[in-house]
Nanobody
Framework: QVQPVESGGGLVQPGGSLTLSCTAPGFTASSCGMAWYRQTAGKERERISDITATGSAWHRASVKGRFFISKDAAKDTVYLQMNSLKPEDTAMYFC??????????WGQGTQVTVSS
C-alpha cells in the first residue's frame, strides 16, 4: 500500500488557523482508522485526533474545541482543521493509518510552527 502523505504545514501566528491534509490512497475508504499525531524534539509522539472507518472522531483534551478531524473518502484524504493555534502547538505533525494488526502506516510528517 502507498504511504500516507501529509501537507499543509507552515508558519502561522498565534491565534491563526491551518488545515493539514493527509492523502492516503486506499486507506480512508476502507476499514482503516486514521489519526494525527504530533511530536516535538525530545518528547514522545502523541496522538491528538483520530477518526474511525465509520467516521467517529476523538480529540485530545488539549486540542478539543480548536482542532477538528474529518475525512473525504472519495478523495482518500483526511483533514485536520486547526484553529486558535498556540505556540505550544508547534510540532511535526504525522498522519497514521491503522488497517488491522501489524498493518500500520506512517507519513513523513509536516512541520507546523506557531510564532509571532
Amino acid at each position: 500500500q502507498v504511504q500516507p502523505v501529509e501537507s499543509g504545514g507552515g508558519l502561522v501566528q498565534p491565534g491563526g488557523s491551518l488545515t493539514l491534509s493527509c492523502t492516503a490512497p486506499g486507506f480512508t475508504a476502507s476499514s482503516c482508522g486514521m489519526a494525527w499525531y504530533r511530536q516535538t524534539a525530545g518528547k514522545e509522539r502523541e496522538r491528538i485526533s483520530d477518526i474511525t472507518a465509520t467516521g467517529s472522531a476523538w480529540h485530545r483534551a488539549s486540542v478539543k474545541g480548536r482542532f477538528f478531524i474529518s475525512k473525504d473518502a472519495a478523495k482518500d484524504t483526511v483533514y485536520l482543521q486547526m484553529n486558535s493555534l498556540k505556540p505550544e502547538d508547534t510540532a511535526m505533525y504525522f498522519c497514521k493509518a491503522s488497517c488491522g494488526p501489524g498493518n500500520v502506516y506512517w507519513g513523513q510528517g509536516t512541520q507546523v510552527t506557531v510564532s509571532s
